[in-house]
């Protein structure tokens, strides 16, 4: 019974773990998605106005 309750313990361990993994992955994912769509945005944008002067 404790083998299966050790066996029933890692996999739940191994379950969370892998989905704070995946969250975090995701997470620094899209931030950096965000930041470079924002920062062609912006050059975009100075080029624009640069060029209107």
Known sequence: ???L??????L??????DLIHDL???LIHDLIH??????IHDLIHDL???KNK
């Open 34 to 39: 965000d930041l470079i769509a924002d920062l």
């Open 12 to 17: 739940i361990h191994d379950l969370i773990a």
């Open 24 to 26: 975090i992955a995701d």
């Open 1 to 3: 019974m404790t083998s």
């Open 48 to 50: 624009i106005a640069d």
């Open 5 to 10: 309750l050790t066996k029933i313990n890692d």
